[in-house]
């Protein structure tokens, strides 16, 4: 049974960096897709950043430049380092994988498996 648990969360002043990180539990595929998603409160679930079994990664444009996605599969962890905080941040952050998948899009419903969530709180 896969099981994705996230950690990491917690509260920063704008500006600041946090590391999210996934422990991913049960997963056996040579080809997948792991993913970063964010809901803050009243607004929809939104894709932030991926990485394939390749290695290949994406970004949401907001988060360029500041948000870096790895993995380190010795560890069978996800990784989300996040740099350069914005209050507009502020959300439950999700990890979530896809089996087979080639990150082709930040569309949740091609994701099979989830974590439960981790906080993130940026203040100005």
């Known amino acids: 049974q896969v099981q994705l648990v996230e950690s990491g969360g917690g509260s920063v002043q704008a500006g600041g960096s946090l590391r999210l990180s996934c422990a991913i539990y049960?997963?056996?595929?040579?080809?997948?897709?792991m993913g970063w998603f964010r809901q803050a409160p009243g607004k929809e679930l939104e894709g932030v950043a991926s990485?394939?079994?390749?290695?290949?990664?994406r970004y949401v444009d907001v988060v360029k430049g500041r948000f870096t996605i790895s993995q380190d599969n010795a560890k069978a962890t996800l990784y989300l380092q996040m740099n350069s905080l914005k209050p507009e941040d502020t959300a439950m952050y999700y990890c979530?994988?896809?089996?087979?998948?080639?990150?082709?899009?930040?569309?949740?419903?091609?994701?099979?498996?989830w974590g439960q969530g981790t906080q993130v709180t940026v203040s100005s």
């Open positions: 049960g997963f056996t595929a040579s080809s997948y897709c």
């Open positions: 990485i394939n079994s390749d290695g290949s990664t």
């Open positions: 979530a994988l896809e089996y087979g998948g080639i990150c082709s899009s930040f569309d949740q419903y091609r994701y099979n498996y």
